[in-house]
């Protein structure tokens, strides 16, 4: 399962190499809001890992599992060379946050099939996931009017409490989008039923639309409180969350069971 513990080596620091600079705790942050999309089938290989995106000072980060994504978009220090578009394991990504924080920065430096961290005293070195990752940019919607404002910790509480109703048979649960409220529900013959009303404030149509909740928790979690803005503009549609910092969410719905 992933790569073996030699493939990523911590050296220590040599000599000065050529990368993008970049905040520590800054990467570390966009690891946090992308890490939890990554695909755990490892038949689908492309999708094991984090796609990293260089493109002059802006440095793009993108995981998705086929269901969902997850993207986010910041200025680093330095500009990059040359474009880069490469996968990096997901067990390097995990070593990769757990040593951010040695150092004020993280130098990014990516050659032919490998990819390393200077990280001050320690440097992590990679190679890449050899697949293609899928073109996630055709499939982001464009910014929708119909908007659910609610609290970030009322959603994630009710997400939550209404989990506990799904199986492994059932895993979606009931939104109904009202214009002052949210209703969450959840009915299973085996486990019972339950039905939550939350405070919130929608400017669409009435609907009702299926989603799996542990892919609205995920997402809470690593969002700052107070109001959160989730596009849902149909029951057919995804859930869109933008955040003015350059995060997007994108989720795809459940059918409801009728």
């Given amino acids: 399962m992933g790569l073996p513990r030699e493939e990523f080596p911590r050296l220590p620091h040599t000599e000065q190499q050529e990368g993008v600079v970049v905040d520590q705790s800054l990467l570390q942050a966009m690891l946090h809001a992308t890490s939890f999309a990554v695909s755990r089938d490892e038949t689908r290989y492309a999708l094991t890992g984090i796609l990293f995106s ?29 474009e880069h578009n490469v996968i990096v394991p997901f067990k390097v990504v995990e070593e990769l946050h757990r040593l951010l924080g040695e150092a004020p920065t993280a130098t990014i430096t990516i050659q032919e099939n490998q990819i390393s961290f200077d990280l001050g005293n320690t440097r ?52 109904d989008l009202k214009p002052q409220n949210l209703i969450l529900s959840k009915q299973t013959p085996e486990v019972g039923e339950a039905r939550e009303e939350v405070e919130a404030q929608y400017t669409g149509e009435e609907f ?24 849902l503009p149909g029951p057919d549609k995804p859930g869109v969350i933008r955040t003015k910092d350059h995060y997007l969410y994108i989720v795809l719905p459940m059918q409801l069971s009728s």
């Fill in 208 to 231: 009702s639309i299926g989603f799996n909740p542990n892919y609205i928790v995920d997402v809470l979690k690593i969002l700052p409180d107070g109001e959160v803005e989730f596009e």
């Fill in 54 to 82: 260089l493109k002059g000072e802006t440095l793009r980060l993108v995981a998705t599992d086929g269901r969902r994504l997850a993207l986010i978009e910041k200025e680093a220090m330095t500009a990059s060379p040359q």
């Fill in 124 to 175: 992590l070195i990679s190679h890449l996931i050899d697949g293609k990752f899928p073109n996630y940019e055709q499939v982001m919607p464009p910014e929708s009017p119909k908007k659910l404002r609610i609290s970030r910790e009322s959603f994630l509480l009710a997400a939550r409490r209404m989990n506990l109703w799904t199986t492994q048979d059932s895993p979606s649960i009931r939104l």
